[in-house]
């Protein structure tokens, strides 16, 4: 089983997307989709 995943065109770590989603966006006007482009862009 692999620890990464895709998201987009970004190959994500598995815990850090869980951490991301289920911890750090919850309550902020952030959205799954607008964090994921803007990582793409780092």
């Given at each position: 089983?692999s620890d ?8 994500v ?13 919850p ?8 964090f ?7």
């Amino acid at each position: 089983m692999s620890d990464r995943i895709n998201v987009g065109s970004l190959n994500v770590d598995r815990e850090l997307y869980a951490f991301v989603n289920e911890q750090a966006l919850p309550g902020t006007a952030l959205l799954k989709t607008s964090f994921g482009l803007t990582l793409k862009h780092l």
